[in-house]
Every structure is written in structure tokens, then in C-alpha cells.
């Protein structure tokens, strides 16, 4: 018996180690994590934002400011302390996805601003590989710091009006993030009332668009109902810590881009039902 079961384990082991090396034969993605502007695949990464993200559309980051966000600004610098988590996703050396997100650990809680995945590649589609990985390692990341109870993210909704190319495109980014924490046994609630995004800066080109706001909870499920009160402070988490950091606190432009969020806050404040439904 003895020499059997280890026949069957040497077998299984051989036939685990086998697609362990066919695997990687066929899926040679690799996750990088940026902690730089000066990291050599950066300006690959800024080839495919500007591709998939264009500056004109005024609910992204410009170029620049997408840069700047990728080195560590001074603790003294920032109202609330932030780090900034980038994981790009390689196939054969060139760059086809990344994920672009930020851990406030006094907060607990972390958001993802750009999330997306190079649709010519079939490796990095959104059925495959390079997503989930992208998504895992995020994941992975958030849960060693030991101090991150949820992550937000918010995506563009589609107008009944829009060409049908745009809503392919924009129907995949919204699926992207929530297909892939769902294949890690994870669940993305999106919160049932009009959102909107935040204008991302004081850019005479930025504006407030109607987006769908999703939180994840990474030790436990978000309930689907939700009291008016845990909302408004996910909802100052998103719009003061998260949009109201794009200036460091010396910049005059702080005080502005702050006074506008808080008033959008309290619009809120006195517009949200007792009880908000998250499904």
C-alpha cells in the first residue's frame, strides 16, 4: 500500500511540476512592481495609458500628473498619508496591462484609478491571464501591509446614446476589475445612487462625469444595505482623501480643489436615503 500511494504522489507531483513548466511556457506574463518614474517600463506604460486613457476625455490624468503620481511625494507634503501601489503586467518584454492604485493605511483603505489591459494581446484580454494576475497581486500586496479592510474603485457609466464601440470598450473596463476579484473569491458591491467622479484636478479641461462607485471588502463581504452614514464616509474617504490629494498642501490650489469636494460631500449629505443599497 505504502508503495502505491507514493507512486501516486510521485505521479502527481511529476504531473503538477509538468504543468507547472507548460504553463509558463504558454503564459510568460509577468507582474512588475513600479516604485519609480525612472523604471524602464514606464514610458511603455505611458505609451498604453495615453492609448487607452486620452487626456481630452476630462476625467483623466494627464500625462504629467500620472507621472508625478508615480514617485513618493513627502509624508509633510500630503494631508493624509498615501502609498502608491503599481503593478504592470509584461508579455514578452513589452508591456500590455497595468494597475495603478493607492493604500491610505490610517484610513485602511485603498482605490484604484486605473486598471486596464492591452485587448491586441490575447494573453493580457480580459479572460485572461495578465488581468487576474495584474488583480492578484494588488490584492496580495494590500493584504501583507495587514491594514487594508476594503478597496474602492469607480468606472465611466454608459450612455443608452453611446456608439456601440465606446460601450464595448467601456462595458470591458467596467467588468475588468470585478470579474477578476470575483475569480479571487472576492465580491465588488456597486453602490446604488448617483455618483459622481470628482473632477481629477483644477484643469480648465476636468469635470465631474456620472460614474458607478464599487467597493470590495477584503475580509468581508459588503453588506447590500448599507446606513447613510458608513456611505458619507466612504464617500469623504473617495473625494477628500482620494481625488482631494492631487496637490500637495502648500500648493494654493489645495484649499480650492478641497472647498469643491467638500460641497459636493454635502450634496450628499442632504440628498442620500437612510439606507443605500449595494449589489
Known amino acids: 500500500m505504502i508503495t502505491i500511494v507514493a507512486s501516486i504522489v510521485s505521479a502527481v507531483g511529476a504531473g503538477v511540476i509538468l504543468h507547472l513548466i507548460i504553463t509558463e511556457i504558454r503564459d510568460p506574463v509577468r507582474i512588475r512592481r513600479v516604485i519609480s518614474a525612472s523604471d524602464p517600463v514606464v514610458p511603455a506604460t505611458l505609451e498604453l495609458y495615453q492609448g487607452l486613457f486620452p487626456e481630452d476625455d476630462g476625467t483623466n490624468y494627464s500625462v504629467e500628473e500620472f507621472m508625478d503620481s508615480m514617485d513618493t511625494v513627502p509624508a509633510e507634503q500630503r494631508h493624509v498619508q498615501v502609498r502608491n501601489i503599481i503593478h504592470v503586467a509584461t508579455f514578452k518584454g513589452a508591456v500590455v ?115 458607478a462607485l464599487f467597493c470590495v471588502g477584503l475580509h468581508s463581504a459588503v453588506p447590500r444595505q448599507l446606513p447613510k452614514k458608513t456611505i458619507l464616509e466612504y464617500l469623504r474617504f473617495v473625494y477628500l482623501d482620494c481625488y482631494g490629494d492631487m496637490y500637495p498642501v502648500e500648493d494654493p490650489r489645495f484649499s480650492t480643489h478641497q472647498e469643491h469636494l467638500r460641497q459636493m460631500v454635502q450634496h450628499y449629505e442632504e440628498t442620500l436615503p437612510d439606507v443605500v443599497v449595494a449589489a
Open 97 to 211: 496591462g497595468f494597475l495603478f492604485a493607492h493604500f491610505y493605511p490610517d484610513r485602511r483603505k485603498a482605490i484604484v484609478s486605473y486598471f486596464a489591459v492591452d485587448k491586441n494581446v490575447k494573453e493580457a484580454r480580459v479572460d485572461s491571464v495578465a488581468a487576474l494576475k495584474l488583480t492578484s497581486a494588488l490584492i496580495k500586496t494590500l493584504r501583507k501591509t495587514g491594514k487594508c479592510d476594503a478597496v474602492f474603485y469607480d468606472v465611466e457609466r454608459i450612455g443608452v446614446s453611446a456608439p456601440a464601440e465606446q460601450k464595448r470598450r467601456k462595458m470591458g473596463r467596467a467588468g475588468l476589475f470585478r470579474a477578476r476579484v470575483k475569480s479571487l473569491k472576492l465580491e465588488a458591491r456597486e453602490f446604488k445612487f448617483q455618483y459622481q467622479c470628482p473632477k481629477v484636478s483644477l484643469s480648465e479641461f476636468a469635470h465631474e462625469e456620472p460614474f
